[in-house]
C-alpha cells in the first residue's frame, strides 16, 4: 500500500507540487492497521489503495488521499486538529500519531459509535469523538491548529474559518456534490489572511446538512 501511495504522489505531483510526502506521514500510515477500519467483508482488501464502502452509504477514503490531506496539514506534534467526517475513524488514526489531540465529529451516529469502539480497542488516548453535524465545527474546543473536512462541501463553512488558529491549515473538499470536488487548502496567517489553494480534482461523499 505504501508503495502504490508513492507512485501515485510521483504521478500527481505536476498537480500537488509534491514529489514525495514527508517521512513521519508515511510513517503513520505504515503504523495504522487499516484492516481494523474496514468491515469484515473487506478484510481482504484492506491494504490496497482504493477507497472501501463502511455502510450507511458512506466510505474509508483511499489511502493516497488519506495521506496527501495529512500531509497538507503540515502537523506538529504539540497541535490540536478537527475532523469533520469521521467515518471509520481510520484518518483520525492516522492524526493521531502526528499531533497532540484529535477532535472529530461524524453525522451518522451508527459510524460515531463504531469509530469510537474502535478508538478505544486499539488504544488511542488523544482522540475525542462525538455524534453530530460538523459544520458549526466544535467550539468548546476551538481554535484548532489544523482542520480536515472529509466529505464533499458546496463552500468553505464560515464557523470552521472562524476555529482555525492564525498560522493555521484547513483542507477540505469543496465543490458539487455527486460530481468532482477540488482538494482545497486554505491557510490562515498570522494576521488572519486567508490564502486558498486548489490541490487536486477529488471525489467524497456528500457533506450532510450543510448549514443547518
Ligand atoms: N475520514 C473518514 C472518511 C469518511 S467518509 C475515514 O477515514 O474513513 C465522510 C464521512 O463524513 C461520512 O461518514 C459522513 O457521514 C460524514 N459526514 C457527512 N456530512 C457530515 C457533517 N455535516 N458532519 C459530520 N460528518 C459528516
Given at each position: 500500500m505504501l508503495d502504490a501511495i508513492?507512485?501515485?504522489?510521483k504521478f500527481t505531483q505536476q498537480m500537488t507540487g509534491r514529489s514525495a510526502l514527508d517521512p513521519r506521514v508515511m510513517l503513520a500510515i505504515a503504523r495504522t492497521p487499516r484492516d481494523k477500519f474496514v468491515p469484515e467483508s473487506f478484510i481482504d482488501s484492506?491494504?490496497?489503495?482504493?477507497?472501501?464502502?463502511i455502510g450507511h452509504g458512506q466510505t474509508?477514503?483511499?489511502?493516497?488521499?488519506?495521506?496527501?490531506?495529512?500531509?497538507?496539514?503540515?502537523?506538529?506534534?504539540?497541535n490540536t486538529v478537527l475532523e469533520i467526517g469521521t467515518g471509520s475513524g481510520y484518518q483520525a488514526?492516522?492524526?493521531?500519531?502526528?499531533?497532540?489531540k484529535v477532535y472529530t465529529i461524524e453525522y451518522v451516529t451508527e459510524l460515531a459509535d463504531m469509530a469510537k469502539a474502535h478508538f478505544e480497542e486499539l488504544g488511542y488516548r488523544n482522540i475525542e469523538s462525538m455524534a453530530g453535524n460538523g459544520y458549526d465545527g466544535w467550539p468548546e474546543y476551538a481554535p484548532?491548529?489544523?482542520i480536515i473536512v472529509t466529505a464533499a462541501a458546496t463552500h468553505i463553512p464560515e464557523a470552521l474559518i472562524e476555529q482555525l488558529k492564525?498560522?493555521?491549515?484547513?483542507v477540505i473538499p469543496v465543490g458539487q456534490q455527486n460530481r468532482y470536488q477540488e482538494l482545497t487548502l486554505l491557510e490562515k496567517d498570522e494576521d488572519g489572511q486567508l490564502k486558498i489553494t486548489s490541490i487536486l480534482d477529488?471525489?467524497?461523499?456528500?457533506?450532510?446538512?450543510?448549514?443547518r
Amino acid at each position: 500500500m505504501l508503495d502504490a501511495i508513492e507512485h501515485e504522489v510521483k504521478f500527481t505531483q505536476q498537480m500537488t507540487g509534491r514529489s514525495a510526502l514527508d517521512p513521519r506521514v508515511m510513517l503513520a500510515i505504515a503504523r495504522t492497521p487499516r484492516d481494523k477500519f474496514v468491515p469484515e467483508s473487506f478484510i481482504d482488501s484492506a491494504f490496497n489503495n482504493a477507497p472501501l464502502p463502511i455502510g450507511h452509504g458512506q466510505t474509508i477514503s483511499q489511502p493516497y488521499i488519506v495521506a496527501l490531506m495529512t500531509d497538507l496539514l503540515e502537523l506538529k506534534k504539540d497541535n490540536t486538529v478537527l475532523e469533520i467526517g469521521t467515518g471509520s475513524g481510520y484518518q483520525a488514526a492516522i492524526l493521531a500519531l502526528l499531533c497532540r489531540k484529535v477532535y472529530t465529529i461524524e453525522y451518522v451516529t451508527e459510524l460515531a459509535d463504531m469509530a469510537k469502539a474502535h478508538f478505544e480497542e486499539l488504544g488511542y488516548r488523544n482522540i475525542e469523538s462525538m455524534a453530530g453535524n460538523g459544520y458549526d465545527g466544535w467550539p468548546e474546543y476551538a481554535p484548532f491548529d489544523g482542520i480536515i473536512v472529509t466529505a464533499a462541501a458546496t463552500h468553505i463553512p464560515e464557523a470552521l474559518i472562524e476555529q482555525l488558529k492564525p498560522g493555521g491549515r484547513m483542507v477540505i473538499p469543496v465543490g458539487q456534490q455527486n460530481r468532482y470536488q477540488e482538494l482545497t487548502l486554505l491557510e490562515k496567517d498570522e494576521d488572519g489572511q486567508l490564502k486558498i489553494t486548489s490541490i487536486l480534482d477529488v471525489a467524497f461523499v456528500p457533506f450532510q446538512a450543510e448549514g443547518r
